[in-house]
């Protein structure tokens, strides 16, 4: 079976802008849930709405693709699903693995969706000694130290780091030695690497800190509106007040008797 370390994916070659490729496993997802369904065909404007695009966008992705549907039809969804498959590189066996088994470690190491699209924990790696032969997921974890052995017998290019911030860098500097290329890297902090190394960064932390902005603003907004209509109703109480209060002084005006109109206004007509 083929491996990671020795295909590069066809997207660089055939110019498939990156702002596209970061769409695709959406699509791809959304596609599944179809295919899940037994759904034969779907039109851009459903499957848009499903990977949280504009259709517009997804038919010039997909063109990037060679793929343009067919007018009243639709797009096939299972050939769509093999064909993103093949773009990102999923219809074939990427050996992972995971430094750092902590909670996170554990989690990552647990979680079915990457045997499903193809990827493959190869092995699990910790500095903790008391850790090592211990079964994480069905897989025992091996000591960092055998680290390099470890990606070569396996054959890894892309690694996952899942250490705490201070132990990143120096596991992404072994990595990438031992000819790791690809790094998924969990840890709160940037790492840095050569030229020809990919590093993808998911922080939590920071995705909720983005959230808790947007929480903020809202909140923000609807203090806004409120006191807008407050002051709106306030405004508008004064207007009627006004106007109240003069219609009352016209009334009182002409019961007295002024010598104006008949209800105490001004005439229409002056006399000569």
């Known amino acids: 079976m083929a491996t990671g370390r020795t295909h590069r994916p066809a997207t660089r070659s055939r110019g498939i802008p990156e702002a596209t490729v970061a769409r695709l496993p959406l699509y791809l997802r959304a596609l599944t849930g179809l295919s899940e369904r037994s759904v034969p065909t779907v039109s851009s404007e459903e499957l848009a709405a499903a990977a949280g695009v504009n259709s517009a966008k997804l038919r010039k992705d997909f063109s990037y693709l060679g793929s ?60 903790d000694p008391a850790m090592a032969g211990k079964p994480v997921a069905g897989i025992p974890v091996q000591h960092s ?55 993808r960064k998911v922080d939590l932390s920071i995705e909720l800190q983005i959230l808790a902005f947007h929480e903020q603003r809202k909140a923000g907004e609807e203090a806004d509106a409120a006191a807008a209509a407050a002051d709106a ?9 006004v106007v109240s209060a003069k219609a009352q002084g016209r009334s009182g005006s002409g019961s007295s008797g002024d010598g104006n109109g008949p209800d105490g206004d001004i005439p229409a007509v002056m006399p000569a």
């Open 68 to 127: 343009y549907g067919t007018r009243g039809v639709g797009y096939d969804v299972e050939y769509l699903v093999y064909q993103i498959s093949r773009e990102l590189g999923l219809t074939q066996d990427w050996p992972v693995v995971i430094v750092g088994i902590g909670n996170l470690g554990a989690a990552l190491a647990n979680y079915g969706g990457f045997a499903s699209r193809g990827f493959r924990v190869a092995a699990l790696i910790d500095a």
């Open 145 to 199: 130290d055998d680290l390099e052995r470890i990606i070569a017998d396996n054959g890894v290019s892309i690694g996952v780091i899942a250490t705490p911030a201070g132990a990143a860098q120096p596991v992404c500097d072994r990595l990438v030695a031992a000819g790791v290329t690809s790094i998924l890297n969990f840890a709160p902090t940037v790492l840095t690497v050569p030229d020809g190394v990919d590093v």
């Open 233 to 241: 109703a306030a405004t508008a109480a004064a207007a009627v007040a």
